[in-house]
């Protein structure tokens, strides 16, 4: 076991290359699945959710090789098991999105329930709603799910009850080879799901309308594999864009779609941060004073909830008072004691978060509870006096190519070491 050592006071200042998206990659990963020849992929981050669902790619019987410096080969020419094991889906619950393309090629996928996970319940009633009105048979039972669709799927009309962003990418998946067209109403918008579509046209789909509030698939007969290049990781940026903030600094980020980022950067720059904008990435400084914002998480291109617990570390240093609501996930406030621990005000009230902004928090041991807390905890502990020590950051490694090294790179003291 590890943990990360923060050494707080330092001004960032420099610049990093972004990497590609967590959150794009694992739905494109699943999505090869449906590829009867090879894939590439290109700009791959070196996490863990990666290999984990290399993994569970593997166990089906494909073969998934890493290249270097960042591409990843995957071969689905054959595919010799239609189920995920339970100790894969544990370990990361988006290991279900290989359920909607394993139901496309095969006609029935078998994966393990997720259960339960540290931000909220987390539900797939969508996910299976989606997959039972394209004609599938949902059978529940020993832990697992099953769903069979011997003659092939058949396009439809779906409504989503919430635009859930995994629920979106399985349909999409799962309707790429269905009979007909599917259209389907009030889905995530994000652009995790166009990039999805842009890769599963590549492949030979027919999809129109990803990043609005209709998508339109024309069912093909199949899939051919394809190259493609996943898009910049936004939140990655944003955590980043926020380090600068939080300690006064002045860095450059490379490889950032700033229009993925306008929220964050909308409420950035009113909390007084400096962001000037180029094609190729942002340029963010500070001058450490900061005004207090509100941010209320909605469904993109509302604020991202992936970014909320980063800025609420911002708030707990920044004079005056911020209000943070959480809409999307239930009890997703996880890291609101740990940063207490740290000498932050902050007081929670159902799903919304009264933020009191302290002179200084002060460095102690803390546990990253889920990846994005962990990233707050850093951020905080970029500022605080003395010592801040991150345990449990296996969370992070799922989703953070090379933390230690991008930080250190733009001047932060912090070194990974083993615990006890
Ligand atoms: C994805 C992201 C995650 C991000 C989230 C919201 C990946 C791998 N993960 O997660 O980082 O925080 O989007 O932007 O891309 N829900 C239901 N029923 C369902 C599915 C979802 O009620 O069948 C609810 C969830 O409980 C949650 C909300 O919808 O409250 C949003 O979930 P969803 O958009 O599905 O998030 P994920 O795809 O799990």
Avoid: W
Wanted: with cysteine; hydrophobic share 40%.
């Amino acid at each position: 076991m590890e943990k990360l050592v923060i050494t707080g006071g330092n001004r960032l200042s420099g610049a990093i290359k972004i990497s590609g998206a967590k959150n794009a990659l694992l739905p494109i990963i699943a999505a090869s699945i449906l590829g009867k020849t090879p894939s590439i992929l290109q700009e791959i981050p070196d996490l863990e959710d990666v290999r984990t669902i290399s993994e569970v790619l593997h166990e089906l019987g494909l073969t998934v090789r890493r290249e270097e410096p960042d591409t990843l080969v995957i071969d689905s020419s054959s595919i010799s098991k239609c189920e995920a094991p339970y100790e894969l889906v544990r370990k990361m619950r988006a290991s279900f999105l290989v359920m909607g393309s394993l139901l496309g090629r095969c006609g029935q996928a078998k994966i393990s329930l997720p259960g339960g996970c540290a931000i909220g319940t987390r539900p797939i009633d969508l996910h299976l709603k989606g997959f039972e009105a394209l004609g599938a048979e949902i059978v529940l039972g020993h832990g697992y799910i099953e769903a069979r669709a011997p003659q092939g799927l058949t396009g439809a009309r779906i409504y989503l009850d919430f635009p859930s962003v995994g629920a979106t990418e399985n349909i999409m998946m799962a309707a790429s080879t269905a009979k007909g067209q599917t259209i389907l109403e009030n889905p995530a918008e994000e652009p995790e799901i166009v990039d999805l579509a842009t890769y599963l046209n590549t492949m030979g789909a027919r999809i129109r309308g990803a990043g609005t509030n209709v998508i339109k698939i024309e069912g093909v007969a199949e899939l051919r594999g394809a190259t493609h290049t996943v898009i910049p990781d936004r939140i990655e940026a944003g955590t980043y864009m926020v380090a600068a903030a939080i300690t006064g600094g002045d860095i450059r980020l490379d490889n950032v779609l700033v229009e993925h980022l306008k929220p964050v950067i909308a409420k950035l720059k009113e909390a007084g941060v400096t962001v000037d904008e180029d094609i190729n990435g942002v340029r963010v400084r500070s001058s450490g004073k900061l005004k207090p914002v509100d941010i209320k998480t909605l469904p993109y291109p509302g604020f991202p909830t992936d970014m909320q617990s980063q800025f609420m570390s911002l708030m707990a240093v920044t004079a005056g008072t911020s209000v943070v609501t959480e809409t999307v996930f239930e009890n997703r406030f996880m890291h609101v004691d740990e940063l207490k621990r740290m000498g932050a005000h902050i007081k929670i009230e159902g799903r919304t978060a009264v933020i009191e902004g302290v002179g200084k928090l002060t460095g102690c041991p803390v546990k990253a509870t889920d990846l994005r807390a962990g990233a707050a905890l850093v951020l905080a502990g970029l500022v605080a006096d003395g010592q801040t020590e991150v345990g449990c950051i296996h969370h992070i490694d799922r989703g953070y190519d090379n933390l230690v090294g991008k930080f250190r790179t733009l001047g932060a003291d912090i070194v990974r070491t083993p615990t006890g």
